[in-house]
């Protein structure tokens, strides 16, 4: 369901945009012809958003361990710290800013995309939601299937 969800959220960004595809790869071509300042920092965004990063690093001590395991024992001031050494990074660093700028660029359309096809993409996940098994039918499927193996 979520890539179904995620490939309609595709389609109306390019219904609206149909130069997206060729302006994403353009600016992923701009990125590699960049060199990170300090790649211990700038490493954090290349599979993710600053943003997403950013926000991760303010999560509450437990949601933070949820999402970076490895990284459990960072108290919230270590993070704090952590997020300013980013934000400072991503000021001096002609990648990182660059990439900051992609991903507000691409975060824009995406909000616009969702605000401008709301009722669409609710009446498009109820029904998926519709087509799904309750929870105590997928429990007494569940309950059988193991009862027969």
Known sequence: MESDFINILNELMCDEEPDLPTRLNW???????LRCTDRALGKWFENDSVLYVL??????????ASVFPKLKTLSSNQREQ????????IEHCPRCFRKRSYDLEFEARLESTLNENRDFLLKKLSHEDADKPSDEEHMKNGKTRSAYQ
Do not use: K, M
Not at 27 to 33: K, V
């Open 27 to 33: 600016q992923e071509t701009a990125l590699n012809d």
């Open 55 to 64: 926000s991760a690093f303010r999560l509450s001590d437990r949601d933070f």
């Open 82 to 89: 952590i997020v300013h050494a980013f934000e400072d990074h």
